[in-house]
């Protein structure tokens, strides 16, 4: 993968609203890393991540870190999976600290592909992985993120040269085909299975958490030492539903950052309006502007 440096968020970029542009290159660790959740992506990794904040572990890393909180995150994944898949460059506890220094807590993908690499960098971090019935993991993950890492509306957005998306995808893309060596469909069960059976292997089975969504807090605040929060339920946080409806609005709000930037700095304005105009009523099935939002 090709070296990205870091740039800004553009001001023209006025239809996404992006929490933070950091460049985490320049980061260093300002809190200890004391929790790796390493179960691969849905199987309840969202629910964890807020039930880790609420039990103190902040901040809680999550591909939502990279996809839409801090899209500048997705260079260093990009150097990661350089690192690990083609041999170029370094990724070790220092570029880790530059990632992930502001966190207590990581889980969900891209993490889990480097399991092996996070378990050596903080040896006295807890490890627990979060699991599901094999099949309708691979059925929600199907329709979901593998959906995302596979549809062609985020990769003519990324080749618009949308700021968030020409990060986003070449990483994304790049992670699903090497960890699901080509083709998850076919490949997605036994990496499952061989995945899970590794963090058996590498984590004595005294230090490893195993569990299962529904299972509430008890046996998490046992695991990591902490007392259960009173009154308060489990949380629940189900982003399968309306998971491609989300991801496609943002796909169409980056295509439209490009064509307002396209008018402001690349041609006519009668051009970029009647190209605005197409998009519009492609994407949104309306002429008005209002139904952007």
Not at 18 to 25: L, M, P, S
């Given at each position: 993968?090709?070296?990205?440096?870091?740039?800004?968020?553009?001001?023209?970029?006025?239809?996404t609203n992006?929490?933070?542009?950091?460049?985490?290159?320049e980061?260093?660790?300002?809190?200890?890393?004391?929790?790796?959740?390493?179960g691969?992506?849905?199987?309840?990794?969202?629910?964890?991540?807020?039930a880790?904040?609420?039990?103190?572990?902040?901040?809680?890393?999550?591909?939502?870190?990279?996809?839409?909180?801090?899209?500048?995150?997705?260079?260093?994944?990009?150097?990661?999976?350089?690192?690990?898949?083609?041999?170029?460059?370094?990724?070790?506890?220092?570029?880790?600290?530059?990632?992930?220094?502001?966190?207590?807590?990581?889980?969900?993908?891209?993490?889990?592909?480097?399991?092996?690499?996070?378990?050596?960098?903080?040896?006295?971090?807890?490890?627990?992985?979060?699991?599901?019935?094999?099949?309708?993991?691979?059925?929600?993950?199907?329709?979901?993120?593998?959906?995302?890492?596979?549809?062609?509306?985020?990769a003519?957005?990324?080749?618009?040269?949308?700021?968030?998306?020409?990060?986003?995808?070449?990483?994304?893309?790049?992670?699903?085909?090497?960890?699901?060596?080509?083709?998850?469909?076919?490949?997605?069960?036994?990496i499952?299975k061989?995945?899970?059976?590794?963090?058996?292997?590498?984590?004595?089975?005294?230090?490893?958490?195993?569990?299962?969504?529904?299972?509430?807090?008890?046996?998490?605040?046992?695991?990591?030492?902490?007392?259960?929060?009173?009154?308060?339920?489990?949380?629940?946080?189900?982003?399968?539903?309306?998971?491609?409806?989300?991801?496609?609005?943002?796909?169409?709000?980056?295509?439209?950052?490009?064509?307002?930037?396209?008018?402001?700095?690349?041609?006519?304005?009668?051009?970029?309006?009647?190209g605005?105009?197409?998009?519009i009523?492609?994407?949104?099935?309306?002429?008005?502007r209002?139904?952007l939002?």
């Open positions: 993968m090709a070296f990205q440096p870091f740039t800004p968020k553009p001001s023209t970029d006025i239809f992006y929490e933070t542009d950091i460049n985490r290159r980061c260093r660790r300002t809190v200890p890393m004391k929790v790796l959740a390493l691969l992506g849905r199987t309840g990794t969202a629910s964890l991540r807020t880790l904040t609420e039990l103190g572990f902040k901040d809680c890393y999550h591909m939502m870190s990279a996809s839409v909180e801090n899209p500048p995150d997705c260079l260093m994944w990009s150097d990661a999976l350089a690192a690990k898949y083609d041999g170029v460059g370094t990724f070790g506890r220092e570029q880790w600290d530059q990632l992930f220094g502001h966190c207590q807590a990581i889980c969900d993908w891209p993490c889990v592909a480097f399991a092996k690499e996070l378990i050596e960098a903080y040896p006295d971090a807890k490890v627990l992985v979060t699991t599901r019935d094999i099949d309708s993991w691979h059925a929600s993950t199907m329709k979901t993120v593998h959906w995302r890492a596979t549809e062609p509306e985020l003519m957005a990324a080749k618009m040269g949308d700021w968030a998306a020409g990060m986003y995808k070449p990483m994304i893309t790049k992670f699903w085909t090497e960890f699901w060596e080509g083709d998850f469909e076919k490949n997605g069960k036994r499952y061989e995945y899970y059976d590794m963090i058996r292997s590498v984590v004595p089975k005294e230090n490893l958490l195993e569990y299962k969504m529904g299972e509430g807090w008890q046996p998490l605040c046992d695991f990591l030492e902490v007392p259960v929060p009173e009154g308060q339920k489990f949380p629940r946080t189900n982003d399968t539903d309306g998971f491609v409806e989300r991801c496609t609005k943002r796909n169409r709000m980056q295509m439209m950052n490009c064509i307002f930037r396209y008018s402001i700095y690349g041609g006519s304005f009668a051009a970029a309006v009647l605005a105009t197409f998009t009523r492609r994407f949104f099935g309306g002429s008005s209002s139904s939002f």
